[in-house]
């Protein structure tokens, strides 16, 4: 396998510089990027072209150094920020390995429903519905696709302790999620992300969130089992691959009457 080189080594090395300074700048002009961030970017390339698949364990810090010819501390903080972005999963004593929605502090890192109790409820999913359509106009805008594209359509209810508290309506980029169907999702045992990052290669690993309050309508009321008008959280997120892709949009209705909504902030 070739060696990933940092932005500028070839020039650098020519030109007699030490290869392991950042330069402020490309040859395209871009921003002064910090060399740890240069690195970290290059880990990702290597991530979105499945050069280690999820589940799989990184070179060590040692030979990522080698290869992109940077100090072992350089590739450390890099490694940290993955880390810290729940990209990469640091194990003591075995080494680092690409996260997978499989893992618990990975899994539900995009589900902040907690219960008022602080006692995690059993959570099963219900799928009402899947099915191939074109594009609506704001769907294909937030999911970068053209008009009339082909997407795929979930509908699904979220249920904690067999009370429907959640339910979603998921939209998907029909070109990479060729033979999802509802028989597979119904089928399917474990977090949704997982399944997709198993069957169809995509890991979602950042998203965009809006929230508001809204109330229930008489359709939505009718498959959460409550009121019409009742109150209920709107969550609208957009998920996004490497490369910053956006690959889901989710809209989401929850029910909060026994739970809350978390989020932090580093």
């Given at each position: ?31 002064f ?44 903080k ?35 429903l ?16 899947c ?12 999911l ?26 998921i ?61 209920l ?22 029910i ?11």
């Open positions: 396998m070739s060696a990933i080189r940092t932005p500028h080594a070839a020039s650098r090395r020519a030109s007699g510089q030490d290869a392991r300074a950042p330069r402020a700048g490309s040859a395209t002009g871009a921003a990027s910090p060399l740890y961030r240069q690195i970290k970017a290059l880990i990702l390339q290597g991530l979105d072209r499945a050069e280690w698949k999820p589940g799989e364990a990184i070179p060590s810090e040692v030979d990522l150094a080698a290869r992109f010819q940077v100090s072992q501390g350089t590739v450390r890099a490694v940290d920020e993955l880390a810290s972005d729940n990209i990469l999963v640091r194990r003591q004593g075995k080494g680092t390995f690409v996260a997978t929605h499989q893992e618990e502090q990975v899994r539900f890192r995009f589900l902040r907690a219960p008022d109790s602080g006692i995690p409820l059993p959570a099963t999913s219900r799928v009402l519905e099915r191939r359509l074109r594009a609506p106009a704001d769907v294909a805008r937030m970068d696709l053209r008009a009339g594209d082909s997407v795929v359509q979930v509908r699904r209810v979220l249920s904690f302790n067999d009370v429907p508290t959640i339910f979603d309506e939209w998907l980029p029909g070109t990479l999620f060729k033979g999802l169907s509802f028989e597979r999702l119904s089928g399917y045992r474990g977090p949704m992300y997982a399944l997709f990052e198993t069957e169809f290669g995509i890991s979602m690993i950042r998203a965009d969130e809006k929230i508001r309050a809204v109330p229930a309508s008489e359709a939505d009321a009718a498959i959460l089992g409550i009121a019409q008008g009742f109150p959280l709107s969550v609208e997120r957009v998920s996004y691959t490497y490369g910053d892709r956006p690959v889901e949009l989710r809209r989401g209705l929850y909060t009457a026994d739970h809350y909504y978390r989020n932090s902030q580093n």
